[in-house]
């Protein structure tokens, strides 16, 4: 019998098994400033992120053999050590000494390599959804430990919110969540490399640094004006060198009415603010017509 074969039916035989579901939201960057480069390699950020309805669902479910199966209707993603849900269910597994298996079918809705955590909202999700399929009883601190072995942004997945993000971007210190608005959210047809986008950006020559306290100010004051004017991303300058249609991007949505527009991340995803229900049509419709991946969703508050 195949791997494949055997796998499925494994997973007929425990189809009525528990099943636990989670969600996993994208994130946004409201300001990314990197300080400087680490003698670790890592670079020194303040990030203030906060999280959206745009999400992929999981659903778990055990299963008696110890191994790790991952299904989705994606048919662009890898389904295997690659995958961070994967390497989530695999560092739970090990640390904790779980001797059952497990099975991860991934909705994927969140556009991949676009800024947005996708990866690590899905491998936070896993950590959670897994400890409570397994009854672990691990504390959040405990799995946000967990979570900055997988990735940088997974330990603010884990906890959700609105946070202001230090160190490497492990160190959360819990914010204000922004005013409620809409989010129009577009992805131009391109891949971003995080890792060479830092690699380009040289923190000693920034000279032009969004600032965390005036954005922490205008969460606290619930301004949602004050945060528009303190949307800011050191890493745009980057990445709008390397791929220009970013930038056009950014103008078309300013155009088109957004009140604040900023680039997530290293991107190439851009998004917009919008406080009017009334422009949000206008705003998506006049996107299309640059990007075929572009949402309109709110804030997740």
Not at 74 to 85: H, M, R, V
Not at 88 to 104: F, M, P, Q, T
Not at 249 to 272: H, I, Q, W
Request: proline share 5%; with cysteine.
């Amino acid at each position: 019998m195949t791997g494949w074969m055997r796998n499925s039916t494994e997973l007929l035989r425990w189809g009525s098994a528990m099943k636990i579901y989670e969600k996993a939201p994208a994130k946004i960057n409201l300001m990314l400033d990197v300080l400087h480069k680490r003698p670790d390699g890592y670079h020194e950020v303040e990030m203030i992120m906060t999280m959206v309805d745009l999400a992929d669902r999981l659903e778990m479910s055990a299963l008696p053999r110890d191994t790790i199966i991952i299904s989705s209707q994606a048919g662009y993603i890898p389904l295997d050590e690659k995958n961070l849900a994967f390497q989530a269910a695999k560092l739970i597994k090990e640390r904790y000494n779980v001797r059952s298996g497990v099975y991860i079918h991934l909705d994927k809705k969140i556009p991949v390599a676009a800024g947005l955590a996708g990866g690590s909202s899905d491998a936070a999700a896993t950590l959670r959804g897994l400890n409570r399929l397994w009854d672990l009883g691990i504390p959040e601190e405990e799995l946000k430990e967990l979570g900055s072995e997988l990735g940088s942004d997974v330990p603010f997945c884990v906890t959700g919110g609105t946070a202001l993000a230090t160190g490497r971007g492990e160190v959360l210190s819990p914010l204000p969540n922004p005013p409620q608005c809409w989010v129009v959210l577009a992805k131009p047809p391109i891949n971003v490399s995080t890792a060479e986008v830092y690699g380009r950006l040289h923190a000693d020559q920034i000279t032009n640094h969004p600032s965390a306290s005036e954005m922490q100010e205008a969460l606290a004051k619930r301004s949602f004006n004050d945060v528009c004017e303190q949307l800011g991303n050191v890493l745009e300058q980057v990445t709008l060198t390397l791929h220009p249609e970013v930038a056009h991007l950014k103008e078309a949505m300013l155009r088109l009415g957004a009140d604040g527009v900023l680039m997530s991340g290293s991107g190439p995803t851009v998004f917009g603010l919008v406080s009017k229900e009334s422009k949000v049509s206008r705003i998506y419709n006049g996107l299309r017509g640059f990007c075929k991946e572009v949402y309109a969703v709110r804030l997740l508050t």
